[in-house]
């Protein structure tokens, strides 16, 4: 079998998605799993990413996470803004960093799978395994069995 973890199939870019799929089918056996965590890109663009803002603290040092989303749904890319500020006593450190993640349409995935030979295609809610996915279910799990 293989898995894809920390949602590796929302970095591929749409036009190596296939190329992907079909390198993988090709290294599985038939009757393995691949087994993923992924974005519900159907639930994502009904509900977009919202800004957050995150704080941890711990004695004397307290973390400060703000999260910028940008969603563009002509490339179905997502565009997260990370801004941390590192605080402990009087001494702060700053940093940034963009990661760009793509969404996939439930319908694009399962037929990309489909095409690439695997048979059976399902989906859990990541925070409620293990109930099946609901269209609102924004993380989810997926196992595919290679025919």
């Given at each position: 079998g293989a898995a894809a973890f920390f949602h590796v199939l929302n970095y591929i870019a749409?036009?190596?998605?296939?190329?992907f799929i079909d390198a993988l089918a090709a290294r599985l056996l038939p009757g393995a799993w691949f087994i993923t965590d992924i974005w519900n890109g159907d639930a994502v663009l009904r509900d977009p990413p919202r800004c957050e803002i995150r704080n941890k603290t711990q004695g004397a040092t307290t973390v400060r996470q703000a999260i910028t989303p940008t969603l563009d749904v002509t490339s179905g890319q997502v565009t997260l803004g990370y801004e941390i500020d590192i605080r402990h006593g009087a001494s702060?450190?700053?940093?940034?960093?963009?990661?760009?993640?793509?969404?996939?349409?439930?319908?694009?995935l399962i037929g990309a799978l489909r095409k690439a030979g695997f048979a059976k295609v399902e989906f859990?809610?990541?925070?409620?395994?293990?109930?099946?996915?609901?269209?609102?279910?924004?993380?989810?799990?997926?196992?595919?069995?290679r025919q």
């Open positions: 749409p036009a190596n998605r296939l190329a702060i450190e700053r940093f940034s960093e963009d990661l760009k993640l793509y969404i996939w349409p439930s319908s694009e859990w809610d990541y925070r409620q395994f293990p109930r099946h996915a609901k269209p609102d279910s924004w993380r989810m799990w997926m196992r595919a069995i």
